[in-house]
């Protein structure tokens, strides 16, 4: 039997750490979610499919709190999201479409 393979996000966080940019990817877990869900409805925030943004921030904080080493695990959500720069669905190689390297230009006249 195949190992199991988590079907949830993984996500590129980007922080400003000591004056410069530090890239995470992180794999979030059902906890995440779970804790999304129950504090969203706490603090009545909008659904994740209506403030994306701030669904998958709230997934990376509560996935890098677990790890020790990285900047999350001593912020408080609102200091992490004040220290993200960037965040984004990284996708696994396997799963990510090719891309097409030619630029669409106008037809020769």
Not at 43 to 64: R, S
Not at 90 to 109: F, I, R, S
Request: hydrophobic residues 40%; glycine residues 2%.
């Amino acid at each position: 039997m195949a190992d199991p393979i988590l079907k949830t996000p993984i996500v590129s966080v980007i922080i400003e750490q000591d004056d410069k940019l530090v890239e995470y990817v992180v794999q979030t877990d059902n906890r995440d979610a779970v804790a999304w869900d129950m504090h969203r409805n706490r603090v009545n925030w909008p659904a994740g499919t209506d403030a994306p943004m701030l669904w998958m921030t709230y997934l990376a904080w509560c996935a890098m709190r677990r790890d020790t080493s990285t900047p999350a695990a001593k912020l408080t959500f609102d200091q992490f999201n004040d220290a993200v720069r960037g965040i984004s669905s990284a996708k696994p190689a396997d799963e990510q479409e090719p891309v097409d390297p030619t630029h669409a230009g106008a037809e020769p006249a």
